[in-house]
């Protein structure tokens, strides 16, 4: 069992940059791969990043590239998602997961954390 934490969202201008953080329990959190997601108001949750159980491969939405990393650090239990140069469109509640991730947009998670508010304003 994965219990899944978020922190760090808020309000930022557009251009700016935020770092979520994402703090689990459990003692087989190095195990699991680990996903970011989003739902913006008004619409379905869609797929962020995700980074390898081994932390060497990561994969990122179109949108993101570029703009966002993702890194974990299994020492303390947690996953980042670092975004620069937001926009107004990346506004959204974002969610980390935990589960299993096949390559490409191929995932399968088990364990999701009850999200923060990311809010860009232009």
């Known amino acids: 069992q994965v219990q899944l934490v978020e922190s760090g969202g808020g309000l930022v201008q557009a251009g700016g940059s935020l770092r979520l953080s994402c703090a689990a329990s459990g003692r087989t959190f190095s195990s699991y791969a680990l996903g970011w997601f989003r739902q913006a108001p008004g619409k379905e949750r869609e797929f962020v990043a995700v980074?390898?159980?081994?932390?060497?491969?990561?994969y990122f939405t179109d949108s993101v590239k570029g703009r966002f990393t993702i890194s974990r650090d299994d020492a303390k239990n947690t996953v980042y998602l670092q975004m620069n140069s937001l926009k107004p469109e990346d506004t959204a509640v974002y969610y980390c997961a935990a589960g299993t991730y096949y390559g490409g947009r191929n995932y399968g998670m088990d364990y999701w954390g009850k999200g923060t508010l990311v809010t860009v304003s232009s």
């Open positions: 980074i390898t159980w081994s932390g060497g491969s990561t």
